[in-house]
């Protein structure tokens, strides 16, 4: 009987061994993880560059620069000229198709107003996160013109001896 009960006490004791081993294997030390959310802003507004004055049915070109205060790629940027001419507007996606553009970019784009009156070019951009800029803006007038005194004198003086003022024929535009 005595061997009986040291084969039981045996038996319960590596069953006892066992299950702390189990639990023990078991347990696990917590770990944690965090995660750092930064803020990611819009675009700046672009930067418009040229001509602020011109002449009616000419095309002139203007830069834009974009850029962003977080340093991401760009993917479109949108330019109103301003009137109401079926071309007033140009959307451009380098993502539709293509790669966005780097961070600081510099593009250029052509436009012409066919009726005299002053304009505001406006543009706006967005990045690989989608945030969209505010418009950045330019006013322009066409056509500049020049306030010459006498003019209707000037003008028949030209007409009389179109070969004599070239440069003054240019400036007035008969």
């Not at 023990?24 to 917590?30: C, E, G, N, S």
């Not at 109401?84 to 966005?100: E, K, L, Q, V």
């Not at 406006?122 to 006498?150: C, H, Q």
């Amino acid at each position: 009987m005595r061997k009986n009960i040291g084969k039981i006490g045996s038996i319960i004791f590596l069953m006892v061994i066992l299950l702390s081993e189990t639990t023990y294997a078991l347990t696990t030390t917590p770990t944690t993880t965090s995660t750092m959310i930064t803020d990611n802003h819009n675009p700046n507004p672009p930067e418009i560059i040229g001509p602020a004055n011109g002449k009616t049915k000419r095309i002139i070109t203007y830069s834009f620069t974009l850029t962003d205060p977080d340093g991401d790629s760009l993917t479109a940027i949108q330019i109103e000229w301003g009137g109401t001419d079926s071309d007033n507007s140009t959307y451009i996606c380098w993502t539709c198709g293509g790669a966005p553009k780097p961070n600081g970019t510099t593009i250029y784009a052509s436009h012409s107003w066919s009726t005299a009156g002053t304009y505001t070019i406006r543009a706006k951009t967005w990045d690989t996160f989608k945030n969209e800029s505010d418009w950045g803006t330019l006013i322009v007038t066409m056509p500049y013109s020049y306030n010459i005194p006498y003019q209707s004198l000037w003008e028949r003086l030209l007409q009389k001896f179109p070969h004599a003022f070239p440069v003054l024929r240019h400036l007035i535009d008969l």
